[in-house]
């Protein structure tokens, strides 16, 4: 016993040293998530060094926006703990009408590793909801063996096999053999053995050759044929650990006894079988849009920052807040609460993943050609501007240093051979529309290649200085400005040109309160319309574009929000039309709302045509900067509010997050009634 114990100390401690080593590795490899990586090693360690202790599987669940390296952390994960063969993963995104793929990976587990330690994971379950976007069931029978899994780690598959219709053949050959004569002791013919051998066609494997003549051996032939043996195995594992015990178990019977035993087994392998996955780790992974509201935005002049500092708000609550919209309250339940989420990357993540890439690279040459590579911050920087949609992960910086190194890199050295050229680095640049390989002898420049470089954000991002970027400038002023005199806040940033396709600039703000009172009702919707009054003013009310479009079904949609669920309008009440997909649309009912709605967005209208008015000097001047210009950030834009403001006062602007207004207001109250109190008592 002490020789066990001392045994499993000394498994537990070398198991303990994987995990750790484990640690180590994908911090090296994955980038800007090293407390992501802290959460999972260390919800894993109590499934990893105790599996024998467990009666349900471990749920951990990974939620995060596409590309952020969900999937690949848990497949390096089984192959750092030594699960490669053991690891199961199902892709819920291409399973989502039927469960055939779902069920043949758990015949596998059922054929593998049934009732041991295993690792799973469900990939891209929002595409398996069960809900739809109005809160109604789905028929998703596909998704059902996967609650099952996730619930108890048990489940049974019917499962189709051919070895059962040759099971069945054979079992109809055996009797009517047995009909006609075959008799059968301890598992071998004794009787019409020649018969059998021809009948059964198995002269070939019976026959021998003495001399010149062709003889049959008779004296071991098996009333079963040995080649059946390993499909009885297959079909009924759970009854024998190996096919030669399936062999010693025939040898010991008569010919009805192998019918009775063969139907049997047939019986065993016609019934459901019980995939046990009790033991195993289950990871759940998958992006809620619902809680990365981030997600859908594509632009990628918008900062990594601030996505990065948006997702890391992200919490428990509100993941399980996003999954009810997709599933019922108990599949939610199920997946338990252990929910690490991931952060979107930060500017600094994404320069350290380039820096990593680019490192492969100069690895890779080395290792093949002895020659040190290296990428000028130019080539870095190129990557980055070129490659970074902050909500898109890595995928397109992989395929942009693809694009712009990997398809230079044949070139390179065979430039290189064919001027035998005598090489100790090669430095890579970027300048305007070019990449430069520049060869060095030690410190000495030798040679120099240049590629023109597509550069499709790039081009995209410069200035047009156009009409569009006029209109687009003015549009944007107009916002800006409503935004810093109504609201009291200055926007973080504001483009007048954007490599976003459809998108001619946009404005970003972050207001500092996390709530709407009615106050500030007409002041937003004011903000919405500020581009198009601004464009109304500058250009005239005969020239405004269509450009506001989107501005107008946001302000329609506040509104309507307001009133309809908010209780903002006459009547503190919800509303709900009959189609919910036309809920926050005004439509030609005639209905009270409608009206109010239409009174609200008039007076927004006309204010912040006012407020535009009484500030043209600015709205012109910022404009004109903006036409010119394709960016102006937040300390700019406090410089022109300074400068060219009617009645603007700095100290207006509210820049404090902790705002105490509700707080303060119910405060004084309470210290008025008690000091009421006090002169009455």
Not at 17 to 36: N, Q, S
Not at 486 to 514: C, D
Not at 596 to 607: D, G
Request: hydrophobic share 40%; charged share 25%.
């Amino acid at each position: 016993m002490a020789k066990q114990i001392q045994a499993r100390h000394e498994e537990i401690v070398q198991k303990q040293e994987i995990l750790d080593k484990a640690k180590v590795t994908l911090k090296r490899e994955f980038i800007g998530i090293d407390h992501v990586i802290d959460e999972v090693v260390g919800a894993i360690s109590s499934w990893y060094l105790f599996p024998d202790l467990q009666e349900k599987p471990v749920i951990i669940n990974l939620w995060g926006l596409t590309g952020v390296g969900k999937s690949s952390l848990v497949s390096r994960l089984a192959q750092l703990i030594d699960f490669g063969t053991k690891f199961y993963h199902f892709d819920l995104g291409e399973n989502d009408t039927d469960g055939w793929t779902i069920k043949g990976q758990l015949a596998r587990i059922y054929e593998n590793v049934n009732g041991y330690p295993v690792l799973l994971a469900f990939d891209e379950l929002q595409h398996a909801r069960t809900l739809d976007e109005n809160g109604k069931e789905m028929d998703k029978t596909a998704s059902r063996i996967i609650w099952q899994l996730l619930d108890t780690g048990r489940f049974q598959i019917s499962r189709y096999s051919y070895h059962l219709e040759e099971l069945h053949d054979l079992m109809q050959k055996l009797r009517y053999l047995l009909k006609n004569g075959v008799r059968v002791s301890k598992g071998k013919v004794i009787s019409k053995i020649e018969y059998f051998i021809e009948y059964m066609d198995l002269r070939r494997e019976y026959k021998k050759i003495e001399g010149s003549e062709t003889k049959l051996e008779t004296n071991n032939v098996l009333f079963v044929p040995t080649s059946y043996h390993e499909d009885i195995f297959s079909l009924a594992k759970e009854k024998f650990s190996t096919s030669f015990e399936v062999k010693e178990m025939l040898m010991e019977l008569n010919g009805n006894e192998t019918l009775k035993f063969l139907f049997d087994i047939f019986s065993i392998g016609n019934s459901p079988k019980p995939v046990d996955c009790s033991k195993g780790l289950i990871f759940v992974l998958g992006n809620l849009d619902e809680a990365y509201t981030m997600s859908n935005d594509f632009n990628p002049d918008m900062d990594a920052d601030e996505f990065h500092e948006q997702s890391m708000k992200i919490n428990v609550p509100i993941i399980k807040k996003a999954l009810k919209k997709r599933f019922r309250n108990e599949q939610i339940a199920r997946l338990g609460n252990m929910h690490i989420i991931y952060p979107a990357f930060s500017k600094k993540s994404f320069q350290k993943i380039i820096e990593l890439e680019l490192s492969k690279i100069v690895e890779k040459v080395n290792a093949y050609q002895k020659i040190k590579l290296q990428f000028d911050q130019s080539v870095h920087d190129l990557i980055y501007k070129e490659g970074v949609y902050p909500t898109q992960g890595t995928r397109p910086i992989f395929t942009t240093i693809h694009q712009i190194i990997h398809t230079k890199l044949g070139k390179v050295i065979s430039e290189m051979i064919l001027k035998n050229l005598v090489v100790s680095s090669i430095i890579f640049k970027a300048k305007d529309n070019y990449i430069f390989a520049d060869y060095y002898d030690k410190e000495l420049k030798i040679h120099s290649l240049s590629f023109h470089q597509q550069l499709n954000l790039e081009n995209l991002r410069k200035n047009k200085q156009d009409d569009v970027q006029a209109i687009t400038a003015v549009h944007e002023a107009g916002h800006v400005i409503i935004s810093a005199i109504l609201l009291h806040t200055v926007p973080e940033v504001i483009y007048s040109n954007t490599a976003e396709a459809g998108t001619g600039g946009f404005v970003y703000t972050k207001f500092k309160w996390k709530y709407i009172s009615r106050k500030e009702i007409t002041n937003r919707l004011a903000l919405f319309l500020g581009g198009l009054a601004a464009e109304k003013i500058i250009f005239g009310e005969e020239n405004i574009t269509t450009g506001a479009e989107e501005d107008i079904e946001k302000a329609t949609n506040f509104i309507t929000v307001m009133l309809k669920q908010c209780g903002m309008g006459k009547l503190p009440a919800a509303y709900h039309a009959k189609d919910p997909q036309t809920r926050n649309y005004l439509h030609d009912q005639g209905s009270e709302l409608c009206r109010e709605a239409e009174t609200w967005i008039l007076k927004a209208m006309a204010l912040a045509e006012e407020t535009l008015k009484a500030q043209e000097v600015l709205l012109l001047k910022m404009a004109d900067y903006l036409s010119d210009n394709r960016q102006i950030n937040k300390q700019q834009c406090y410089q022109l509010l300074e400068r060219y403001a009617r009645n603007f006062d700095g100290d207006s602007l509210i820049e404090n997050g902790d705002l105490l207004f509700y707080r303060n207001h119910l405060k004084e109250k309470v210290a008025v009634l008690e000091s009421v109190t006090e002169r009455t008592s």
